[in-house]
């Protein structure tokens, strides 16, 4: 188990929407910092993917007919 010490008046902000999302303290905390780990996830992929982009652009119709092949 692990310890996050907040003040005060940042314990009472956190509880205040815990409180409003019908949720604990804890599971609030919880949530919150799991959606920041994923969102810091989805960008590190998203600038990956930008990284290895060729600069390559196809119109939809293109796409929709690739995929159709690829089938």
Do not use: H, T, W
């Not at 409180?19 to 599971?27: I, L, R």
């Not at 919150?32 to 119709?61: C, F, H, S, T, V």
């Amino acid at each position: 188990m692990c310890e996050i010490k907040f003040d005060e008046g940042e314990r009472a902000l956190i509880q205040d929407r815990a409180d409003a999302a019908g949720m604990s303290f804890s599971e609030f905390v919880r949530r919150a910092a799991l959606e920041k780990a994923e969102e810091m996830a989805d960008i590190e992929a998203y600038n990956e993917a930008l990284d290895g982009d060729d600069g390559i652009q196809y119109p939809m119709e293109e796409v929709v007919r690739m995929a159709a092949e690829a089938e």
